[in-house]
């Protein structure tokens, strides 16, 4: 209702309300023939006074309604804003929220902290027992000394209780190290250094699929010891949905039947690719005859036998182990679902992942195949760098080597963990070449000494040179 009418209508209210108006009564005279009435007109006056004040009234009225009127206008239009900055902040906290439910941020419980102490003691104690060296000895006064230390955490809090849970991981990767040792890393092939020199690009070839498949994983049989058939198989696994998932294989019989992109078989060891037997991000390994990758949406490592297609798995060991886009490699832009990596090097087959007990940090098992019916994990090493700060890994005779984005024509080899020391180096600068941004997986192969990449569809393979001695004492860091 415009204010004009409004006033109109609460001065008719005012004019006709009872207390203000009523009828008058008067006595008429008869004056020369006719009824003469005296009647009071001031009553029909108009009530101006009224009028302005009810006009003042209305005027502050719709001066109050219109900023009113602003206000909601004003927060109606900042609302979407502000709703979205709260969804931003509450996505950005989401990655963190694991690293609260795991106890980052509070105090690591005394009676889980014992209980670990204690199963590392009779680790240590049945391998000294075994076969008792100097290395096992010092293992043994060091866990001693961290036992007191948490003896004495029960009576006053003055030590640091990270500082101790870091001393037990490296204890931890020791006991790994000299169960390792004697009997798998004396191989003359693995006591060379650590990798001195990537050379460019020795093959730079576009994908069968062009760059349609971002992601995926491709190489050569990683078995040295493979048949003669088998030994010079290259292989290509793109993931053909959403760049996640995959279920199909191509085989080459020899490098030049993969440059002419002749002489191939495609092999499906899953009935779909979302079947639990599918393969779930891009890294996969050729190693005897035999496909080696992450499950679908599991902690699982498959092994698929490309003769029967048969599938056997294994649960990777640690406390909430990221898989299904949880833990991925994201230095550069996170590579989707590339939560476990799957390698093979000259000691065997390996598995680099991450895990919600190990805050987020890299973690790399050991994994072994029996022959017959069986995968196992065999060791397992906890590391300090944390797996969304790499934009990729590999192993290489023992050594864990991860990988940054430089810029779009450029990647780098920046960190090493050594197995078989426990030696950490984080002052690596090796560089890689591409031809793409994106790094979806790298594997190096034992039996010719290449790093193979997967670089956004294009397929690129370079040459490693390794130091000439390794160092033989463990250092822990």
């Known amino acids: 209702m415009a204010p004009m009418q409004t006033v109109l209508l609460l001065l008719l209210m005012l004019m006709s309300s009872p207390g203000d108006s009523h009828a008058q009564r008067v006595d008429g005279q008869e004056k020369d023939g006719t009824c003469v009435c005296p009647v009071n007109g001031s009553m029909w006056m108009f009530p101006v006074t009224k009028y302005e004040n009810v006009q003042d009234q209305v005027k502050s009225c719709e001066n109050s309604f219109n900023t009113r009127q602003d206000k909601v206008r004003v927060s109606r239009e900042r609302l979407p804003g502000i709703q979205a900055l709260f969804q931003n902040l ?19 419980h005394l009676g889980q902290l014992g209980q670990e102490l204690e199963q590392l003691e009779m680790d240590i104690s049945s391998i000294h027992t075994a076969k008792p060296t100097d290395e096992t000895h010092r293992l043994s006064e060091e866990v001693g000394k961290l036992r007191n230390d948490v003896k004495r955490m029960h009576r006053s809090d003055n030590i640091n209780m990270k500082s101790v849970r870091v001393k037990l991981r490296t204890l931890k990767n020791g006991v790994n190290s ?57 292989w290509l696994m793109p993931l ?50 035999a496909l080696y990758y992450h499950c679908y949406n599991s902690a699982d490592v498959c092994r698929s036998n490309l003769t ?19 833990f991925p490699y994201c230095y550069y832009n996170c590579r989707v679902y590339s939560d476990v990596d799957v390698e093979a090097d000259e000691t065997g087959l390996w598995a680099i992942y991450a895990t919600a007990g190990n805050h987020g940090n890299l973690v790399v098992s050991r994994l072994a195949w029996d022959g017959e019916k069986k995968l196992n994990v065999t060791h397992t090493w906890e590391t300090q760098l944390f797996k969304k700060a790499v934009s990729s890994a590999f192993m290489a005779c023992g050594v ?11 990647e780098e080899v920046f960190y090493a963990f050594d197995t078989a020391t426990g030696k950490e180096d984080n002052g690596l600068a090796l560089p890689l070449e591409k031809v793409a941004p994106g790094v979806a997986s790298l594997s190096y192969n034992p039996t010719d000494k290449r790093i193979y990449m997967y670089n956004d569809g294009y397929l690129l393979a370079y040459q ?4 000439s001695s390794r160092a033989t004492g463990p250092t822990y860091y």
């Open 308 to 326: 029967d297609t048969k599938v056997t798995r294994v649960t990777l060991p640690g406390t909430g182990v990221g898989f299904s886009n949880k």
């Open 464 to 467: 490693a040179e390794f130091s």
């Open 90 to 108: 509450t996505a950005r906290l989401v990655p963190f929220q694991y690293l609260q439910n795991m106890g980052l941020y509070s105090a690591l």
């Open 178 to 234: 000299c169960r390792t040792i004697p009997k798998d890393f004396k191989s003359s092939q693995c006591l060379k250094g650590l990798i001195t020199n990537i050379s460019d690009p020795v093959v730079t070839k576009i994908g069968v699929y062009q760059t349609s498949y971002q992601s995926g994983s491709w190489g050569k049989e990683a078995d040295g010891n493979s048949p003669a058939g088998v030994k010079d198989t290259y």
């Open 400 to 410: 864990l080597y991860a990988t940054r984005y430089v810029s779009e024509y450029r």
């Open 240 to 289: 053909i949905s959403s760049n996640a998932w995959s279920n199909k294989l191509r085989m080459y019989r020899s490098h030049k039947d993969l440059m002419a992109e002749s002489n191939y078989r495609d092999v499906s060891f899953a009935p779909s690719y979302t079947h639990s037997n599918a393969a779930e991000g891009p890294s996969a390994v050729l190693y005897g005859n």
